[in-house]
């Protein structure tokens, strides 16, 4: 599983190296003041070094390099490297390869990314103490503006510290090479609570699915750990080694991605002849890893990133590579997987961090087909509902109410669609597009109506069902794919009425809602 589709590798780099990349060293002499807004869809990667200065030990300008998928290069983000106001300088060690780290919060909202409160130069940055170098965890919005008020004098001194990730942007979770998991309540903290006491030593700390997980390579703890339950935030929080990680020394694991609930990749860094991205899938209980998709037997992976599109992960890390790495792609099709470099690292900087930006928009659904003497007047017996909502049934005069939340993205799928006051089950479908009017169905209408796809049956809990949930847990863009970003889908939901109404049938209508898919 070589970096093929690249007919000379050397030249193609040595190409990158002398060309765009050195361009960009050229631009962090004089900064990005005015940095755009980061675009959904595109892969942002941590740059430390600007080009210029050797890399050593000393701290280094940092920089968050945005590229699109294919490797063309959109714009710099410079991390601040002076005190101005509350925000401090923020910069990364030259040499330390287990820093940089770059995380994406849970909402989807901002990049956190943790170093040193300190200026470029400053000699042996990570072993410098606290709290004359506090330990600085940036937040970057997707505008493109950075904040790093938050500086912690309570955690990591005289050793790494590593990363930071959050659910919203106002409070996060710390890791670094001692004290353990810290959590900081709010923007701007510089005190933080010590989550676990073994181990000391952790790398990357992420949320996934609700859950804080974390990586470590120390005492039993050779690879991803559940941190509590949910996103802890007292002293005490149980530190677990996911069932079937491993518990003896050997693996390297570093960043990972949740692909979904039962499966994670976790880049290992290990140069011989074991490293790269591992698979790992969940079972009955316990996590197998399945295969490791390598780009070469001497080269190993540290920063990792993702997206899922129809099932399928296309997959983004950096290499350890040395002295110049890359950040390279591959899509999960089996264990001959291709990689190809997406950019490479310029002379005097180092590639370490990198997130695919989901889209985050909220849903805006439009709704269609309600039961109401202000919209569509219900046909099967004048049996209306009220504006907004289907047409009413044995146990809700309102009538049924579909309505969606999360996000619409093929990259980051989190949209779930409710239908509140059923009586009886579910059954959630999509369509490709409406009917020229509204069709009588049961005591309700049939709107969604043209290429009609079955999605999944929930059964109601006190009167409402939600999809994906219960025994249909498949995200929306895979129970209804094929779907393409800029598609719009239809939905509506018919359900079981708990006794006979308006007709002979016992069975109604939603409203329904159209949903625009993002990339």
Avoid at 60 to 69: G, I, N, R, S, Y
Avoid at 302 to 315: D, F, I, P, Q
Avoid at 390 to 406: K, P, R
Avoid at 498 to 510: E, I, K, L, P, R
Wanted: hydrophobic fraction near 40%; glycine fraction near 12%.
């Amino acid at each position: 599983m070589k970096l093929m589709e690249i007919p000379n590798m050397s030249s193609f780099t040595s190409v990158l190296r002398t060309g765009a990349y050195s361009f960009l060293g050229a631009l962090s002499l004089v900064g990005f003041a005015d940095a755009s807004a980061i675009t959904p869809g595109n892969v942002v990667v941590v740059r430390v070094g600007d080009a210029v200065a050797p890399l050593t030990s000393a701290a280094q300008a940092v920089f968050l390099d945005e590229f699109t998928p294919l490797g063309v290069f959109v714009q710099t983000i410079a991390l601040p490297t002076a005190v101005s106001g509350p925000n401090q300088p923020l910069t990364n060690s030259g040499t330390a390869t287990s820093e940089g780290f770059l995380n994406l919060s849970a909402d989807n909202q901002y990049l956190m990314h943790a170093g040193y409160g300190t200026i470029p130069g400053t000699l042996s940055v990570a072993s410098t103490a606290i709290p004359g170098t506090p330990r600085v965890v940036a937040r970057i919005d997707l505008g493109g503006n950075v904040d790093t008020s938050t500086a912690i004098t309570d955690a990591f001194s005289a050793n790494n510290v590593r990363s930071a990730t959050s659910d919203d942007g106002t409070r996060f979770w710390i890791a670094g090479a001692n004290s353990g998991i810290r959590y900081a309540a709010s923007l701007g903290a510089t005190t933080t609570t010590g989550l676990n006491t073994t181990p000391t030593n952790n790398r990357v700390v992420t949320i996934a699915n609700g859950q804080l997980y974390a990586t470590a390579a120390s005492g039993t703890f050779q690879g991803l750990s559940s941190v509590g339950t949910g996103l802890p935030t007292v002293t005490g929080t149980s530190y677990t080694i996911l069932p079937g990680f491993p518990v003896a020394s050997g693996p390297s694991a570093y960043d990972h991605f949740f692909a979904d609930a039962n499966t994670v990749y976790v880049a290992d860094d290990r140069t011989n002849g074991n490293g790269g991205i591992q698979k790992w899938t969940l079972a009955a209980g316990t996590w197998t890893l399945q295969y490791t998709l390598a780009t070469s037997a001497t080269v190993g992976c540290r920063g990792l990133t993702g997206n899922v599109v129809a099932g399928v992960a296309k997959l983004f890390a950096t290499t350890t590579t040395t002295p110049l790495n890359d950040l390279v792609t591959v899509t999960d099709t089996g264990v001959g997987s291709t990689f190809t470099v997406v950019t490479s690292a310029a002379t005097n900087t180092v590639l370490r961090g990198v997130r695919f930006i989901a889209s985050n928009g909220p849903v805006a659904p439009v709704a269609f087909c309600s039961g109401d003497t202000v919209g569509t007047t219900c046909l099967a017996c004048g049996n209306n509902g009220t504006a907004g909502r289907g047409c009413a049934n044995s146990s809700f005069a309102n009538g049924a109410e579909l309505v969606a939340s999360g996000a619409s993205s093929l990259s980051g799928d989190t949209l779930v669609l409710t239908a509140n006051d059923i009586p009886g089950p579910g059954l959630f479908f999509q369509a490709n597009a409406l009917a020229g009017s509204p069709i009588p169905f049961g005591d309700g209408m049939l709107c969604a109506a043209v290429g009609i796809q079955r999605m999944g049956v929930v059964f109601p809990v006190v009167g409402s069902a939600s999809y994906p949930g219960g025994l249909t847990p498949n995200p929306m863009s895979i129970a209804g794919a094929p779907i393409s970003a800029g598609n719009v889908k239809h939905y509506q939901v018919w359900y079981r009425d708990s006794v006979a109404f308006c007709t002979a049938s016992t069975f109604n209508t939603t409203n329904g809602v159209s949903v625009t898919w993002n990339p």
